[in-house]
């Protein structure tokens, strides 16, 4: 997106910039690695310590400051800092780095950075098109800049992570995926483009900050807010007919509700409501080779019954089925507990993607509960007996020893997916789990932890987080040009990663593979997800045989290329 470039091949590029102006853009600035004779070329001498560089001495001046710090959050800041002005330095850190940067590029550290947004902001990224500019949308849109985009991440801020409404601070979740989709899925970073819909904000902290840099109005709901999303997805549809949409921490009655009206006019997904389901969904069919319980045997307990709790119930219930248990069975197999204890028929305010999970009254008629007007969760953990735990609540500590010692009561081996981020709002530590399940348990998180001790080793603990999806996911489908994002390439996404567990060989190894691995896995996960794509019709003038081909010449490693000027030849 830097504007003045043109890509005569993959190993040239031909920019108009010189000077300052080049060494000001991040996708083209190369730092003290410009040649002597691109510096001759692009009058840089003067402006450059006179030593050549290499790109591998940058990586390693650049780990040197990030090590010295002493905070994760200064470390995302320094890294923000950095791919504003170096994108290629930057993720040759990442890249080659994953596993120690991906909790400070991502998750839990992100949360911070949206929480601290304001104070840490320093240079435009990405687009941040406000209610109040709504006529300006296609205008904004229009920009040169943006030619080659093929990946948009979109966020209103109102559900960051389990932080809630951060209003314009959200715009840092946009940025983070995107970094991923890059450092894991390959994407070309001058072709992504992270957006923030500022539709004000109800987080009285951010209104009464001086600093605060979004729009300062309570949030705007209703027809009004229709309307501005209405205005941005024609827009978007308008200005990249091919684009690929994720929808990212909308709040959940918004996010299915909105996933619902534009999943069929372009090529878009709900990372929270598809991603989370997909890998859950993956990292339980990798769990059921450690359990030795077959799919439809499972049953499912799941806290948190918004948009992402029952976007993976949903995608669970149809491996039930796709395994052969009737849908009406495999609909009663999953028991949902929200605020309100667990959802049966007859409440009121159940969400149109909540019905199809109400339990009959009648089965929890004969339950002895703690408190007769609720049925909590320990309650359903003891009738029920369910054989999975999944938590996507944001509630810290919501994972508690009775439930915990319940859950390892009637199951040899307990699944037990604590999924809610960032790392303080996860609903038990893995160290708990350990303990009060006596070493049994079958754990998944959302956010990075510690490893554990098991038979005198060391044990790292799964993550089992959307960045083994949705990198993935946008590959494959941008790849072949995918029209659309259905349900059944998601399905196709988490038996991808349930192939890749090393548990399949092994139940004594861990159900994912290790983060170290996220580019392979993508690359896994994009080739069936094409294929899928492939199958239903979603592709034009692609060949099954050249789908793998499309996919590795998608995918961009961060090197230098020679530079010549705009113009000269």
Known sequence: ????????????????????????????????????????????????????????????????????????????????????TNETLFFAVLTQHLEELL?????????????HFSRLYRKPRG?????????????????????????IVVTDGERILGLGDQGAGGMGIPIGKLALYTGCGGLDPATTLPIMLDVGTDN????????YVGWRHERVRGQAYDDFIEAFVSAVTKRWPHVLLQWEDFAKNNATRLLERYRDRLCTFNDDVQGTAAVATGTLLAAIKVTGVPLTEQRIAVLGAGSAGCGIASLIRRAMIDAGLPEAEASRRFFMVDRDGLLVQGMSDIAPFQQPFLQDPAVASAWKLDHPDRIALLDVVRNAKPTALIGVSGQAGAFTEAVVRAMAEHNPRPVIFPLSNPTSRAEATPQDLEQWSEGR?????????????????????????????????????????????????????????AAASPARDDPRR????????????????????????????????????????????????????????????
């Open 441 to 497: 348990a079958v754990i998944g998180t959302g956010s990075p932890f510690p490893p554990l001790q098991r038979d005198g080793a060391k044990f790292s603990v799964d993550q089992t987080n959307n960045s083994y999806i949705f990198p993935g996911v946008g590959l494959g489908a941008i790849a072949v040009r995918a029209r659309r994002v259905t349900d059944t390439m998601f399905m196709a996404a988490a038996k991808a990663l």
């Open 127 to 151: 687009l941040f098109l406000s209610l109040p500019h709504q006529h300006r949308i296609e205008t904004i849109l229009a920009n040169p800049r943006f030619d080659h985009v093929e990946a």
């Open 1 to 84: 997106m830097s504007g003045s470039i043109d890509s005569k091949a993959t190993d040239e590029r031909a920019t108009a910039l010189s000077g300052y102006e080049l060494l000001a853009s991040p996708l083209l600035n190369k730092g003290m690695a410009f040649s002597e004779a691109e510096r001759d070329l692009f009058d840089l001498h003067g402006l450059l310590p006179p030593n050549i560089g290499t790109l591998e001495e940058q990586v390693s001046r650049r780990l040197q400051v990030l090590r010295n710090f002493s905070t994760d959050l200064e470390r995302y800041a320094f890294l923000r800092e950095l791919q504003d």
């Open 204 to 211: 009285p902290d951010c209104l009464r900050d001086p600093l």
């Open 510 to 569: 861990n159900l994912l593979p290790p983060v170290t691995a996220l580019r392979e896995v993508a690359a896994a996960v994009a080739l069936d997800v094409a294929l899928q794509a492939h199958r239903e019709g979603l592709t034009e003038g692609v060949d099954t045989d050249q789908i793998e081909g499309l996919i590795r010449a998608r995918m961009w490693t961060p090197h230098y290329v020679p530079y010549r000027r705009l113009g000269a030849d």
């Open 103 to 115: 909790p400070v590029v991502y998750t839990p550290t992100v949360g911070a950075g949206c929480q």
